[in-house]
């Protein structure tokens, strides 16, 4: 395939959806496969707190350097004292109005133990910098990057407080500790080609510059980062022949926008492996050359974990070897398909390995193999292709012509050297592609200045190849007015696509409106070829990051402190204030003269670290003095739950038997919200509180402070709990008998919604499928019921007719009970034909309807051009939602009770399914 073709493939026709999600990836050679799409629609679709649990295997990467109990956060209002985060601002909250401020908010203490850093740090310690830029701070906050990558139950002691445990399950499904290693970039997926090779150019950048790691205090965590990957890669390996090199499936990862924290709530991980009959050279050959490096870096540091790793490493180098195969690396493709081959991964490998060993036999089969691999002086040094980095290797071990050519005419052309050579941004980026550019030119420029310093290169190049190594880093660190690393400098991206770092909870890419924490030490993709770049998060070319993005740019930065030093920030990390994260806002739903009806949303948007919430409780404080004073008591009064999403009444509770001060408790399952999607984030309960006797006072009630009737406010005196702790609201003194069930749930009604007698929530949707001779067509809805915020799912169609459809020509209609005359919205989060580029062209329109079950119609059309061949599938991942959420009843909605009640037209005559 062309190296500058990037082709955009999605995995399967499960597909990634967007807009709300999406991390693409490019499949030009040296790109990052498959494509993300966006919209400036929302997406809908699916969190977990960092504990100190047991280690299930592995050695534990600990922190090095990171103690003290203290934490102090960057923002005002911290409590400095046990670890304690602070009252949080008036952050995104979830709310009908993002600009509420939710003043009762209160602080918890925090699970994650960051010491005392903070993300100012605490003024700059090390060496003085000569240089134009700080590359100390540059190459710390890099490395950092790394560390808010990982997967899986962190060290006890960490730098970041908004990143927690994540995928802990992950290789269950074959019966393997399979956590660890780290998220390839905005998406949750485990990519093992992209994360060796991360992993050896960390490796790589240690070995040549282990003395700037030493002097910049940076060593223990670039230690760590080896190490952190390169356990992973031994789980991967349980046997010889045998390596795990995926977890997770990248079509399904990419329809959830959402934080690494909860991404197990919505999905299966399965795992992938390579076996001797089913081989992946290019994998394994890759993973063999990341634990070689470590197996050198470790050696004096760690002598157990080397030769642990130069075991492995030399396992899976046979491994590959002997099978020189790509035939069962599959599920990467369209997102990190080896368009190389494999010949490049075994003589960089091997070239380790003999670095590792001093064995001949390595020396000689990388030699053999580097002139079997693709020879393509102008692409660049990455994840796909390291050839060049085989041939720099080779070339200083064996100073033979057949290599120092190869880097001379390589390096020749990146620098501007020779009469042809590549694209120059008018500000001085040595462009290659579009997508990632600065990942290029970052890595081609580590390239420059190790080959540079070597004894073998040219007098009269040495100079010229660290020119423009050096012009590419100032290029990115700030000589065009803006530093593509985030964090560094005083104007940086701020909305990098990376769904754990957007704080999201909605499955929505545009909800919050801004990032809620800070990527420190990502490098994003990076601008075009005239230095046009837009900082959104929707864009994935400019502003995606990624392990291997920060690879070779991490050793550009330790080779530069090398010659100029810089000081790096003292106690530093990316520690925040947390903003609210679980609260209530609720009003009056129905008032009486001898009750009140209470209507309210428990909502979840935390991401301190994102997680379900764990024994959440709400309460609706009640005095019932009055009902005293008449001659009755709390037992008079009856408790009703009119509706509940998924929550359950537990009663009228004591909180002040002598002041006649009561609760009534509403408890939510483990899990049930969580910051996952529109569905999953809040909650509805609605419950009557009735005297039987007939007086009633609300004026008394601590919780009916600020109540509306038909509104709903944060502020009023309701409450939250989690773990019995007030998270949010207020309650009056505790007194006597204070948790005493004094009244018990008498009725649930599940048939009415309150005053306006909806469904209950009822039985998920789930699939629908059906086929004619024409179409297969199955829609696998998003967790709906009875009562649900959209009609959401993904829509399959597949072509049975024997003759291409062309997609202009395709209609697909839904047929469905508006129920209230309220303003509907159609968002298509993502479509493609399968494993082809995303469309862009797919529109929903209304129109009315008569016949069972239906007053309206969504007419789904697509104007891209393009065909839907025989025997290939069309995903359509869509919602049908009022404008403003409420609710939609799809007990009586046509489409929804079978599949074969969607309609399918070409050029408008019916193919599949039958109209109301």
Known sequence: MDKGNNKKWIAGAIAIVIVGLVIGFAIGRGGRGGSEQTSANGVQASGEVQGSGSETGGVKAQMPGVNGSNHVDAGNGADQNSNNQGNGGSAQN??????????????????????????????????????????????????????????????????????????????????LDLTGGWFDAGDHVKFNLPMSYSAAMLGWSLYEDKKAYEESGQLQYALSNIRWANEYFIKCHPEDSVYYYQVGNGGNDHVFWGAAEVVELKMDRPSYKVTKDKPGSAVTAETAASLAVASIVFEKEDAAFSKECLKHAKSLFKFANETRSDAGYTQANGFYDSHSGFYDELAWAGAWLYLATGEDSYLSTAKECYKQAKDDIKWAHCWDDVHIGAALLLARITGEDTYTKVMQEHLDYWAGISAQHIQYSPKGLAWLDNWGSLRYAS?????????????????????????????????????????????????????PHHRTAHGPYMDNMNEPEEHRHVLYGALVGGPDAADNYQDVITNYNCNEVACDYNAGFTGLMAGLYSVYHGKTLKDFGAVETPGPEMYVEGGINVPGDDFIEIRAYVYNTSAWPARAGR??????????????????????????????????????????????????????????????????????????????????????????????????????????????????????????????????????????????????????????????????????????????????????????????????????????????????????????????????????????????????????????????????????????????????????????????????????????????
């Open 94 to 175: 979830g709310t009908t109005d993002n600009s509420k401020k939710l003043s009762l908010y209160v602080s918890r203490n925090s699970t994650l133990n960051t010491g005392n850093l903070i993300a100012a740090g605490n003024g700059y310690e090390g060496i003085e910098g000569t240089g134009k830029y700080n590359y100390g701070e540059a190459l710390q906050k890099s490395l950092l990057f790394y560390e808010l990558q990982r997967s899986g139950d962190l060290p006890e002691q960490v730098r970041c407080n908004w990143r927690g445990d994540s995928c802990l399950s992950d290789g269950g499904d074959v019966g």
């Open 443 to 495: 890595t081609t420029a580590y390239i420059a200045f190790v080959y540079s310093r070597w004894d073998g290169c040219p007098a009269d190049r040495k100079d010229k190849y660290f020119d423009f190594a050096e012009s590419q880093a100032n290029y990115i660190l700030g000589d065009t007015g803006f530093s593509y690393l985030v964090g560094f400098g005083d104007d940086y991206p701020q909305h």
């Open 615 to 916: 024994n959440l409780e709400f309460r609706y404080y009640v005095d019932l003095t009055e009902v005293y004073d008449a001659g009755g008591t709390a037992e008079n009064i009856s408790v009703n739950g009119n509706y509940m999403q998924n929550g359950s009444v537990g009663g009228l509770k004591t909180w002040d038997e002598d002041k006649h001060i009561y609760y009534l408790s509403v408890e939510f399952p483990d899990g049930a919200i969580y910051p996952g999607g529109q569905s999953q984030y809040k909650s509805e309960l609605q419950v009557r509180l009735r005297n039987t006797g007939g007086v009633w006072d609300n004026n008394n009630d601590p919780s009916f402070e600020n109540m509306e009737h038909g509104g709903l406010s944060p502020e009023t005196g309701m409450a939250l709990y989690e773990d019995g702790v007030l998270v949010y609201g207020k309650e009056p003194a505790k007194g006597k008998n204070a948790g005493q069930t004094v009244v018990f749930t008498e009725a649930v009604n599940n048939g009415q919604n309150g005053q306006n007698g909806g469904q209950n929530n009822g039985p998920k949707v789930g699939t629908k499928s059906a086929s004619n001779d024409a179409i297969d067509l199955s829609v696998n809805y998003d967790n709906m019921t009875a009562t649900t915020g959209s009609l959401a799912g993904s829509m399959l169609i597949k072509n049975n007719s024997g003759n291409a459809i062309t997609l202009s020509n395709l209609g697909i209609e839904f047929y469905f009970t508006k129920d209230e005359d309220k303003e509907l919205t159609f968002d298509c989060y993502y479509a493609a034909v399968s494993g082809q580029s995303a469309l862009s062209g797919v529109k929903g329109s209304y129109s009315t309807a008569s016949g069972m079950d239906a007053d309206t119609c969504c007419n789904i059309t697509i104007s891209d051009k393009g065909e839907l061949p025989a025997g290939e599938t069309l995903m359509v991942n869509f919602s049908i939602h009022r404008t403003d959420w409420s609710n939609l009843n799809t007990a009586n909605d046509y489409s929804v009770a079978d599949a074969a009640h969607i309609v399918v037209t070409d050029s408008g005559k019916v193919i599949f399914g039958t109209r109301p």
